[in-house]
């Protein structure tokens, strides 16, 4: 597959200044750009698909008339984290 090039992104001095002074060893500023570029997209992605699983959830629940307290999530969430504290303090 043929690459493509992102458009030339003006920046102010300053902030390709900084990027270039976190550039690990043998990295490129076009390296960083597309590193960026790459997280960026995978992220939006992962939110456009979250929110998509909400809205199916929700509609789900409309439709079979079946919802959950929040007091009910809360608790279990609560109760998951208490014991993902207690396996790593015991980790530790």
Known sequence: MKTAAIPAVR????????????LADGETLSGFVEDAVRRNVEYRQAQAAF???GLA???????????VKA??????????LTTAHKKAAAAR
Not at 71 to 80: A, D, I, N, P
């Open 51 to 53: 929110i998509e699983r």
């Open 11 to 22: 920046v102010p001095p300053e902030l390709r200044q900084a990027a270039e002074e976190l």
């Open 57 to 67: 959830s929700r509609d789900a629940a409309r439709a079979s008339g079946r919802y």
């Open 71 to 80: 007091s009910t999530v809360l608790g279990k969430l609560k109760r998951r």
